[in-house]
């Protein structure tokens, strides 16, 4: 599975490039109707910009989009649907968002449907590393750009856009050994929350604890337990509540997602050992998680800013369709920066209001 990041590609770079060739994204603010090339088609623009300008809205318009999100109705999901929404309508695009609400038989069926449909581009959110690999294949196969969101699957496609899950694992990991170690009067005991262990997000970041940890062995992982498929916040406080009762002496968990760590912080509170244990998580920057790292509900957040992917989502999507290769082709990987954030660097526009993403 190591072999998958085999395609990753400079992010500035790559950004760069598609910001030179494609423009920078639509401004958040500003209303849809108001920007973009599919209010003017009727124009003809002239001279060196005006090529090009045509160019991308013949590049665009009228493409038939399928964006598959495992669910919707949190944050993180809901960013990347803002953005996905906006852009698509200010370019022309056809879109089509089917909420798969945690299962995999509607992201299949979904995704099997477009593939009969014959669209132009689907954008996929990996539940785990298998079960849309297949698919993904077939969708390529048949001329359709992939672009996977956030989890990768065992089958790489045109383009990856995500969080970089073994550096945040990694990160964490070198914080966990400098806070929590024995030389320190600490008890080097952590928690590991995972989530669904079939998915890359929690194979990854574990995967980047473990390397980490090789070198420590004064660090132990006291637990590491998975919350399940639906990276459950319940299941996240109950195993943390238990880990506190077997090890009173815990020093720190680290949880693979923010929603999920919601039940963590909620079994340290009423443990009473909040500001004793540290927490860490992360996720995509929604106000809630930074009111969080303000009451000390979280120690350490790491943001990779869901409003931002769904910005490079787009910008892949413009890359594969003004690059004028065939789908399979090309394998990029756009990696979202992992922001920390503490008490210390937490400003008021640090994360994003849940009310400006959620959708009515």
Same mark, same amino acid.
């Given at each position: ?10 992010? !500035? ?13 639509s401004? !958040? ?6 920007q973009?090339?599919a ?30 999100? /495992? ?7 809901d ?8 852009? &698509?309508? &200010? ?19 979904? /995704?099997? &449907? ?5 669209v132009?581009?689907?954008?996929a959110?990996?539940?785990? $590393?298998? $079960? ?18 956030n989890? $990768? ?10 969080g ?8 964490? &990991? ?15 005991? /952590?928690? /590991?929350?995972?989530?669904? @262990? ?7 970041? %574990? ?15 006291v637990?590491?337990? +998975?919350?399940?498929?639906?990276? +459950? ?10 880990? *506190? ?16 760590? *919601?039940? @963590? ?20 920057? +929604? ?13 350490? %957040?790491?943001m ?16 594969? *369709? ?13 990696? +979202?920066?992992?922001?920390? $954030?503490?008490?210390?660097? *937490? ?14």
């Amino acid at each position: 599975m190591r072999k998958r990041h085999a395609y990753r590609v400079n992010w !500035l770079k790559t950004l760069a490039a598609g910001a030179i060739a494609f423009g920078a994204a639509s401004a !958040l603010e500003t209303p849809v109707r108001a920007q973009g090339t599919a209010s003017f088609d009727k124009l003809e623009f002239t001279g060196t910009s005006g090529e090009l300008w045509r160019s991308a809205r013949d590049a665009f318009k009228g493409k038939k989009i399928v964006y598959v999100p /495992i669910v919707t109705g949190y944050a993180l999901f809901d960013g990347w649907t803002y953005v996905i929404k906006r852009e &698509a309508a &200010a370019l022309g695009m056809e879109l089509t968002v089917q909420d798969a609400n945690w299962s995999p038989d509607v992201m299949t069926q979904a /995704i099997s &449907a477009a593939i009969a449909n014959k669209v132009d581009v689907i954008i996929a959110h990996n539940p785990d $590393v298998k $079960v849309l690999a297949k698919l993904l294949k077939q969708a390529q196969d048949a001329g359709i750009f992939v672009v996977q969101i956030n989890m $990768v699957s065992n089958q790489k496609t045109d383009a990856f856009v995500g969080g970089d899950w073994l550096t945040l694992g990694a990160i964490a &990991a070198q914080d966990l050994v400098k806070e929590c170690s024995p030389s320190k009067g600490k008890s080097g005991k /952590i928690a /590991i929350i995972q989530g669904a @262990t079939t998915a890359a997000a929690t194979y990854d970041q %574990y995967n980047g604890v473990k390397e980490v940890l090789k070198a420590h062995p004064e660090i132990k992982i006291v637990s590491d337990q +998975s919350t399940g498929p639906l990276w +459950s916040s319940d299941n996240a406080k109950a195993n943390i509540s238990a880990v *506190l009762q077997q090890h009173p002496d815990l020093c720190a968990t680290f949880g693979f997602w923010d929603y999920m760590d *919601l039940g @963590t912080v909620a079994a340290v509170k009423e443990a009473g050992k909040q500001g004793q244990v540290l927490v860490y998580s992360s996720g995509g920057g +929604s106000q809630q998680m930074c009111d969080l790292v303000k009451d000390g509900g979280f120690t350490k %957040y790491w943001m990779y800013n869901s409003v931002r992917q769904g910005q490079d989502i787009m910008a892949a999507v413009r890359m594969l *369709l003004m690059s004028g290769q065939k789908p399979g082709a090309m394998k990029l990987a756009l990696f +979202s920066p992992n922001e920390l $954030v503490t008490k210390e660097t *937490l400003r008021p526009n640090t994360c994003f209001p849940e009310a400006m993403v959620a959708q009515k």
